[in-house]
């Protein structure tokens, strides 16, 4: 059974539920559209993520999908900082079906550059505990931001993001990619914390089957424990770098894992973190 840690789908930008903003993406992914995908290549089930920057934090779309497709996909939402309500926001999603975790942003861009110590995130990790949520973390380019909220809340269980690093959104990969790979192994030492590897063939600078990610992945496997890395394909926000079968081939066809060691990165970690695995039929 393989798991994707991170996809999102979304339907075409109408004004029945308009874009917050338009990226290069397909013009719709919907999850009809990536159940597809995933079975073209084998993938059993994925975590959803709903798309901030297409719906901000209503992921009513979410809801539809996984409702359409209970055996495949579990739901992760954003939530608001900014929201005084925003406990009762996360009481609500614990009780809708095949919600799983929320998801903050930590990032360097405006409106999602906040201190860590911001009374809305300390909200948002106690209410995590609360309603036994893991908090999806992105603090790419802003991990030293990130590995002082993880460290404030001992007992939230945080899973951050894309390795952590700053992936591009359209190619090429930037001259560095791995710069920030010592703040990555650095942060495997909280232990409240999970890694997703979701988007590395975006840092790749070599075409398809992307060789050079394995010598840096390597090391974060060795930080973390594969037990603590969760696979993913963050698509559809690589679909400009990366199709999906390209983001899923080079992890089941490389020598570099051993079939126990591909079984716990591509769907052991990913049930444990989240607590889920889809059904089979």
Known sequence: ????????????????????????????????EMVAAMDKVGVDGAIFISAFGLYRYDASYAVEVQRAHPDKFALVKPVDPDDPAVDDVIAEWKKTPGTVGIRIMLTREPGRDRDPSHPGLTRIARSAVKHDFPVNLLCWGNLDAGTALIDHHPDTRFI????????PRTPPAPPQPWA?????LELAKRKNAVIKVSGACTLSQKPYPFPDIWD??????????LERCLWGTDWTRAFAVVNYEQAVEPFLKTDRLTDSERDMLMRGATAKAYRWEPKKR
Do not use: C
């Open 216 to 225: 840096p992945l390597q090391r974060v496997f060795d930080a973390w424990g």
């Open 1 to 32: 059974m393989i798991i994707d840690s991170q996809v999102h789908a979304y339907e075409a930008n109408t004004p029945k539920r308009p874009w917050h903003n338009v990226p290069n993406w397909p013009p719709h992914a919907t999850g009809d």
């Open 160 to 167: 951050i993001d894309h390795l952590g690093i700053l992936q």
């Open 180 to 184: 920030d790979l010592p703040k990555v």
